[in-house]
């Protein structure tokens, strides 16, 4: 079992910055990738941004490249997303994913996520 928990949202005015984190506690972190997805108010799930356990290998969701970033540190068992030039359209709840996955490449589709944290809202206003 990993747990993992979210911080960092809130709100932030257009064109500003957030930096969300994951925190996990469980089995060996540094086995696991990592992703963000986010959810709309009645809109799915969708995948923004991914890291493999190694951290070699990142994607993400081609309405936040270059404006995202998604980084991890194993010592401390945390995964960050730092987002930059938000935009009204990025108002959602974020979630933290982990798949236990030693593979160099990473997973964008939801039903490859084993753990999920329970949240955290991010709002950009105009």
């Known amino acids: 079992q990993v747990q993992l928990v979210e911080s960092g949202g809130g709100l932030v005015q257009a064109g500003g910055s957030l930096r969300l984190s994951c925190a996990a506690s469980?089995?060996?972190?540094?086995?696991?990738?990592m992703a963000w997805f986010r959810q709309a108010p009645e809109k799915e799930r969708e995948f923004v941004a991914a890291i493999s356990w190694s951290g070699g290998t990142t994607a993400y969701a081609d309405s936040v490249k270059d404006r995202f970033t998604i980084s991890r540190d194993d010592a401390k068992n945390t995964v960050a997303l730092q987002m930059n030039s938000l935009q009204p359209e990025a108002t959602a709840v974020y979630y933290c994913a982990a798949d236990w996955n030693l593979n160099s490449n990473v997973a964008t589709r939801r039903n490859a996520y084993d753990y999920w944290g329970q949240g955290t809202q991010v709002t950009v206003s105009s």
């Open positions: 469980g089995r060996t972190f540094s086995n696991y990738a």
